[in-house]
């Protein structure tokens, strides 16, 4: 019976723990988020350099996430893991170099940043999120 009470004890603060993670951010910094997601809205398609093209920008309410398509427009192979865990570890160090910018402060915030990359014809590729844990 001990050991069950337990169970149950750690199962509790283990999902605690995970809903504290997913706390809703401020609703002031929702607010700027979602402004700027309609700002960018307004220029896209926008070619944003190394073969590729910013094709949406959206605000997912239910993850906290700001959501961007990328589509490349040169023919490319889908990158290893560890070329992508390379180039996410590039972004957070780009993220923390600037620790007072905009994007910072909303990670900081309990933003989550989701990019999404695609081939030329439209087939998914890769993912890369980066949360507040990532850059602590």
């Known amino acids: 019976m001990k050991k069950l009470i337990r169970t149950i004890a750690v199962a509790a603060v283990l999902i605690a723990t995970n ?23 307004n220029y896209l398609p926008s070619e944003a350099g190394y073969g590729l093209t910013l094709t949406q920008v959206r605000y997912d309410s239910s993850t906290y996430s700001i959501v961007y398509k990328y589509q490349y427009y040169l023919p490319v192979n889908t ?10 570890q590039g972004m957070i160090h780009m993220l923390k170099a600037n ?21 030329s014809d439209g087939e998914f590729l890769y993912s890369i999120k980066i949360t507040p844990s990532d850059v602590r």
Do not use: C, W
Not at 26 to 38: C, D, H, L, R
């Open 19 to 41: 809903l504290s993670t997913f706390a809703a951010p401020p609703a002031s910094v929702i607010q700027k988020v979602k402004s700027q997601v309609e700002t960018i809205s």
């Open 79 to 88: 990158p290893t893991k560890a070329a992508i865990a390379e180039v996410k």
């Open 99 to 119: 620790p007072n910018g905009e994007d910072m402060q909303f990670i900081k915030s309990g933003i989550t940043f989701h990019y999404r990359y695609y081939s």
